[in-house]
């Protein structure tokens, strides 16, 4: 499956959300990644996820899709990392 996720947490948490994260998925904006993710993968990501956030306070938001294809992506400016050019 093609996956955005989004995270909010305190700033204490950052770091270690985004390095998570890129274990799994592309950075493509702060606090924002993107790419295909197994559903297996999507599982452990999210369970890592629950021992760095305060449930109480910090969001994790994961909107997904069966294949990027139908998913229409348009960026204004500049790209932070363009995710093209993998071979």
Request: hydrophobic share 40%.
């Amino acid at each position: 499956m093609y996956v955005i996720l989004v995270y909010d947490v305190g700033q204490k948490r950052v770091g270690k959300m985004l390095k998570l994260c890129r274990r799994y998925l592309n950075w493509i904006q702060n606090s924002v990644l993107e790419g295909e993710i197994s559903e297996v993968k999507l599982l452990e990501l999210k369970k890592e996820a629950l021992d760095i956030i305060d449930t109480e306070t910090d969001s994790l938001i994961i909107f997904n899709t069966r294949n990027e294809k139908w998913l229409k992506k348009e960026v204004v400016g500049k790209e932070r990392q363009s995710v093209d050019n993998f071979l």
